[in-house]
């Protein structure tokens, strides 16, 4: 229940602005994939095209291929709501749905999309999720409750329970823990180290001892400058990028020289 | 290397006693009382209550900078002018409603609201007949404007954002809004003889004129309500494969549905008591029409109109039914405002 990501020579453009120019990069299944780089230079751009939520943006398009386990995701076709009912996300603010429960919550990807399940299996789908995001033990004498009621750091891992509800094959997670604190961010780590069993993981982070941490593989992404588009400047394994980068500019990023 | 020269060394300054404003404004109301009867030989309260404004002023003033410095001197200046702005903007409200009911009581009793005016010439009858036009037309109204108003609204904001027809929709609802109300009576007259025949009249071309009034209210504050709902709302929804009808079906609307409900009963509120359109459009009759399609159709405002414009032999009695008719139309108002509350309350996210 995972799936390889291929991307070649993908560019991404707001309007005429070229956000993303020329990234090449393979994401394999059942591992954790690290976006480091500094503000602006593309990397939260470029998740978002990996499950088509860029459209969400106005005059957002892209040119090059995506490629899921071979099949295209920009080919003729290719329905965006399929897309992302295989490949899920998490945000950088947790964002639970303030009209329902946290039971509701986990159900949304479900109950929004007008399938019917059996209550039974619906309770068995509540748990495993919960338990799966590491929330079951926290929870399970409230779920009737509003999500909204819990803390940052239960929002955020109630949103991952609601993405792997959805049996997705892939989850994005577009810095994930920027908003929390380091005892809630240690809690997703965690967590995304128990998911890379099962799913496809990429996550960006401006944390580089967070990237260091989780990922197996770690892609550096830079800008030249304002109003340049960004670029993947290296990725490899995250042990030899953040000891022995081939390109200067990464280690100039990771000792911490610029950004 | 310039210093700053503080005014005194310690931290305290002086305070006035609590029972400074009370008392002065005692002081001052007795004493612009005095001055009223002193200028004018009579007790004119309007100048009274004004003079005693301004001498209440003047003490604060003067005992503040004295006492207190002129930092809390101005404050105080400034508290005193919004509070006498409030009063003020207030004083002709409280008249109204004291007014609609001293008059409007003495004919707010049962046969009031059991009989219409047919066969009444003086004294007696009621406006039943007015009060259900009222409610058919405006119900009417509401379920001609609400899915137009609410449709439009959701495609302003979700899916026109900044295209060029949902510009021109923007800028012909801002005219509608400016639509002088007799005019909407006259287009939905107008309509209805083109369709029906000249000269009819029917509660259904009153509901038309109110519509064309409602339809803009609507519209705007649906508009912006949808706009408060955060974008993160709709891209959480989108990642998890939902369509977008059903996000705004089942995340947008939910989410803004208490402010909708208040936002479409404000519009109520704003068109029930127009009475222009409904003169030309509905019509006048003495008698109860139950059907919105067919002949004339008495409502609240006209009725009001009506009876105080043309009383018959007995005067007192007509302007009687008038000021009950107001006084029942402002109720009507009131309980639509605080049922749109209750919604908005019963119908609002929770966190706890």
Not at chain 2, 283 to 292: H, Q, R
Request: charged fraction near 15%.
């Amino acid at each position: 229940m995972s799936k390889r990501i291929e991307t070649t020579d993908l560019n991404v453009y707001y309007g005429n602005f070229r956000a993303v120019e020329d990234v090449t990069i393979t994401i394999e299944p059942r591992s954790v994939t690290a976006f480091i780089g500094p503000s602006g230079c593309g990397k939260s751009t470029f998740l978002r095209t990996l499950n088509r939520m860029h459209e969400v943006i106005p005059g957002a398009y892209v040119e090059g291929e995506v490629l899921l386990d071979g099949e295209n995701l920009y080919g003729p076709g290719v329905d965006p709501v399929r897309v992302r009912r295989q490949v899920g996300m998490v945000f950088q603010r947790p964002n639970p749905f303030p009209t329902m429960s946290i039971k509701e919550n986990v159900l949304a990807g479900i109950r929004l999309n007008n399938r019917r399940m059996p209550k039974a299996d619906q309770d068995d789908l509540v748990e495993r999720s919960l338990r799966g995001a590491n929330l079951w033990e926290e929870v399970k004498n409230r779920l009737d409750l509003p999500g909204s009621g819990l803390s940052g750091g239960q929002q955020q891992r109630l949103c991952i329970a609601r993405a792997i509800a959805m049996e997705p094959q892939v989850l994005l997670m577009d810095e994930p823990c920027s908003a929390l604190d380091p005892i809630s961010t240690l809690a997703i780590e965690d967590l995304m180290s128990e998911l890379k069993e099962q799913y496809t993981i990429v996550i960006v982070t401006h944390n580089m001892q967070q990237a260091a941490r989780v990922s197996d593989v770690t892609a550096f992404f830079n800008i030249a400058g304002t109003g340049s588009p960004g670029k993947l400047i290296e990725v490899g394994p995250t042990d030899k990028i953040f000891s022995a980068p081939d390109v200067q500019a990464t280690e100039d990023y990771i000792s911490g020289r610029f950004g | 290397m310039a210093t700053i020269v503080h005014a005194a060394e310690t931290l305290t300054a002086g305070r006035l006693p609590r029972a400074t404003v009370p008392v002065s404004l005692v002081g001052s109301v007795l004493l612009g009382y005095a001055l009223a009867i002193l200028f004018t030989g009579g007790a004119n309260i309007g100048l009274a209550v004004a003079l005693a404004y301004l001498l209440f002023l003047l003490v604060m003033e003067i005992a503040t900078r004295v006492v207190e410095g002129p930092r809390q001197a101005s404050d105080r200046r400034a508290t005193n002018l919004v509070v006498g702005a409030f009063v003020l903007a207030l004083l002709p409200l409280g008249s109204l409603v004291w007014e609609v009911l001293s008059k409007g009581i003495p004919r707010f009793d049962v046969p009031f609201f059991s009989q219409s005016m047919r066969n009444v010439v003086g004294a007696g009858g009621g406006a039943i007949h007015a009060v259900w036009g009222t409610v058919y037309v405006t119900g009417m109204a509401t379920l001609i404007s609400v899915p137009i108003g609410l449709l439009t609204a959701i495609y302003l904001a979700e899916y026109g954002v900044r295209n060029r027809l949902s510009k021109a929709i923007t800028f012909f609802v801002d005219v509608m809004t400016g639509v002088p109300s007799i005019v909407a009576g006259l287009f939905a007259y107008a309509l209805m003889g083109l369709l029906l025949g000249p000269g009819s009249r029917s509660g259904f071309a009153g509901s038309i004129a109110l519509s064309v009034l409602m339809i803009p209210v609507v519209v705007r504050s649906s508009e912006e309500l949808l706009k408060l709902v955060p974008n993160e709302l709709r891209e959480a929804a989108y990642a998890l494969g939902v369509p977008k009808w059903l996000t705004i079906v089942k995340v947008v609307l939910p989410t803004a549905v208490s402010g909708l409900v208040s936002g479409v009963i404000l519009a109520i509120a704003r068109v029930i008591g127009e009475t222009a359109p409904l003169l030309i459009a509905a019509g006048f009759t003495a008698s109860m029409n139950n059907n919105l399609f067919e002949n004339p159709m008495m409502t609240l405002p006209v009725f009001v109109y009506d009876s105080y414009a043309h009383p018959g032999t007995d005067v007192q009695a007509y302007w009687d039914r008038a000021w009950a008719g107001a006084l029942t139309l402002i109720l009507i108002v009131m309980i639509l405002n605080l049922a749109g509350r209750l919604i908005a309350r019963r119908f609002a996210p929770k966190t706890r």
